[in-house]
């Protein structure tokens, strides 16, 4: 069943209590009950005591590499038995699926018998801030900050890896006008270096130019994107891609922990 808006701030309640295994769902029930953006549906199994919970993000083209179902379960044999049921996923056509990657033999099982062809996207180490206290102090004295704007959409893309997929620029046109992101400015009004928000509330698409980096950009974004979202009420996490050595020491400087048992896994199916 799909939640309406007052079944969608009990299930807000709800998923704090599985906090942090339920992380991502939880952010996408956040901002979808404080922010008036783009639809996101959001189904459980049964209610009110659910077991599986399904997140299906805003998504014009069938085809779009972005149209993603992001999944959470407190009970596998219930979500084996809803992916193999549930109408939720259609098995004939292209879509891809974030979960838990523990969850992840249930799926490739379900694949398997359905004679669907599935591929590893990334497996990403889940990164969480739990005491805004734990941030250190950051010097940003003598840097311009500012909040990324739709005439920034082309700069932010054409830096981002997916950028080749259609629906990338969309993607991020939607983040930037929906959700909080930070930019570092030049002299001349340029974001240099920038920082946004995914719909699942988790911060993300850190980039700064490669002239302007080794400055202390990065840590200045994060720091601010951590307090904004804090002061917002909102959770402060991020994914970060098990090869990206790099901006997981930054982050683990800055206060962030995870679960070393825990990582979240994308396949792409079809």
């Known amino acids: ?10 299930a807000e309640i709800e998923l704090e209590r599985y906090l942090p295994r339920s992380q991502q769902i939880y952010g996408f029930v956040v901002l979808r009950n404080r ?9 459980v199994d049964k209610w009110p005591q659910f077991s599986v919970v399904f997140c299906k993000p805003f998504c014009k083209q069938e085809n779009d590499p972005f149209r993603i179902i992001f999944v959470f379960a407190t009970d596998e044999a219930v979500l084996e038995e809803t992916l193999r049921k549930s109408s939720l996923i259609d098995w004939t056509r292209y879509f891809g699926l974030g979960m838990n990657n523990s969850h992840m033999e249930i799926l490739k099982k379900m694949a398997s018998e359905k004679n669907v062809p599935c591929r590893k996207i990334s ?3 889940r990164m969480r801030l739990e005491d805004i206290s734990k941030l250190p102090p950051i010097d940003s004295s003598g840097i311009s900050l500012s909040s990324l704007d739709e005439s920034h959409i082309g700069l932010v893309s ?6 080749e997929h259609e629906g990338a620029v969309g993607m991020i046109r939607r983040m930037i006008s929906n959700f909080p992101s930070f930019c570092v400015l030049d002299a001349d009004g340029q974001p240099v270096s920038w920082i946004l928000t995914y719909d699942s ?5 850190l980039y700064t130019l490669p002239e302007h980096r080794g400055k202390g950009y990065a ?3 994060i720091s601010s994107m951590a307090k904004r ?3 917002l009420g909102h959770p402060v996490y991020c994914f970060i891609e098990e090869e990206n050595t790099t901006s997981y020491r ?9 679960d070393p048992s825990y990582r979240e896994s994308w396949f792409e199916f079809n």
């Open 123 to 125: 497996v990403c180490h």
């Open 229 to 231: 979202h804090h002061a």
């Open 1 to 10: 069943m799909e939640l309406t808006d007052d079944q969608l701030k009990v």
């Open 219 to 221: 840590k200045v974004l």
């Open 35 to 43: 922010v008036k953006s783009d639809p996101v549906q959001i189904f």
């Open 250 to 258: 930054l982050f683990t400087n800055l206060g962030f922990t995870e």
């Open 158 to 163: 054409q830096t981002w890896k997916f950028v």
């Open 201 to 205: 509330c988790a911060m993300g698409m």
